[in-house]
């Protein structure tokens, strides 16, 4: 079998997740980390046995000659790390979001194709077992869905945590894209309407409310809390059937006429790593090997982000 190269960019929590993931797949082989912490990019070498840390991007490309690279370093590094790794002639895995905002991504998005460089987005919740028997048994259900999104987020506790100013005013691009992106994975066609039933308000951030209409007949609906108590959960609902997540990683599903709920097996390796982040890896890998495979690509992650500016207006 061939062996597939990979190396890491950073060397923080979702750095060390996907390595665990990669490291899991016999013929991946993890050649070299670079981090701006070079010292935190030794423990994970150490620990997860990646043979050489390099101190700059080039000099891991130029080390390695590997065949994909993970980035997965803070939202306002993102830019800068991806046009330099954008120079050389690697798949790319960028951990979302892929620029803190809007505007961001389209420069590297435009910087991707610019380079010829093929790129993806990191939405590991596109490849939780849950998510992918939802989307499995839709195909076989006819007709309307509504689509209904349950967003929590809070902005105090991710400034109190440290995180930057910027990050925290586009809050909704660094993390309500998570969730929004369920609108992606289940509604069918382009969005033709949005009403604003709740407006966000930047500077009173409670409760948001959307209706989005799309060109197939799907609603959309998302509610957010802000600052407050609440679950993430996605429902899809047909006249046939209904499928709830909530948790996320856990679907069930309520046919009509019935009152009982039936659990949808989880896979295990949505346990035993970050859920979704192994059959990532394994996507990653077909794209290294040029097979189809159902990884988000940059285009994919800029229309999550475009639907988060219309649902914020921001």
């Known amino acids: 079998m061939e062996q597939i190269k990979v190396a890491v960019i950073g060397a923080g929590y979702m750095a060390a997740e996907h390595i665990k993931a990669f490291a899991d797949i016999p013929e991946v082989a993890l050649l070299g980390i670079h981090s701006r912490t070079r010292a935190r990019a030794e423990v994970l070498a150490q620990m997860h046995g990646i043979p050489f840390v390099y101190d700059s991007v080039e000099a891991l490309y130029n080390g390695t000659q590997a065949d994909l690279v993970i980035v997965a370093v803070p939202e306002l590094s993102t830019k800068v790390v991806s046009t330099a790794v954008f120079r050389h002639s690697w798949l790319v895995l960028i951990e979302k979001p892929a620029g ?3 505007q961001e991504a389209e420069e590297i ?3 991707a194709n610019s380079a010829n460089c093929k790129a993806y987005v990191a939405f590991n919740r596109r490849h ?12 076989a259900v006819e007709g309307q869905r509504l689509v209904q999104v349950f967003d929590q987020e809070n902005s105090k506790v991710a400034t109190e945590g440290g995180q930057p100013l910027l990050v925290v005013k586009n809050w909704m691009y660094a993390n309500s894209i ?19 039933v709740i407006p966000w308000n930047s500077q009173d951030p409670r409760f948001v409310l959307a209706k989005i209409q ?12 802000w600052n407050g108590p609440g679950p993430w959960a996605v429902t899809v609902t047909t006249q046939a059937k209904r499928w709830e997540m909530r948790p996320l990683e856990q679907a ?14 989880a896979h295990s390796w949505d346990t035993q790593f970050k859920a979704g982040i192994r059959l990532q890896a394994e ?4 794209a290294v090997q040029g097979e189809a495979n159902a990884l988000a690509t940059l285009a994919d ?3 999550t982000m475009k639907l988060v500016r219309l649902i914020y207006e921001a």
Not at 128 to 139: D, G, N, Q
Not at 214 to 225: E, L, M, R
Not at 254 to 265: A, D, G, M, S
Request: hydrophobic share 35%; with cysteine; charged share 25%.
């Open 100 to 102: 803190y905002n809007l």
């Open 109 to 111: 998005f435009v910087a």
């Open 128 to 139: 939780y077992a849950s998510t992918r028997s939802v989307i499995k048994e839709l195909e």
């Open 178 to 196: 998570h969730i929004i992106d369920y609108f992606c994975m289940f509604c069918r066609g382009d969005v033709t309407r949005i009403d604003h």
């Open 214 to 225: 799309y060109s197939s007949g799907d609603i959309g609906v998302y509610q957010a809390i």
């Open 252 to 265: 069930t599903f309520q046919l009509y006429k019935t009152r009982n709920t039936e659990v949808i097996p």
């Open 283 to 286: 996507e990653a890998v077909k």
């Open 301 to 303: 992650g800029i229309e």
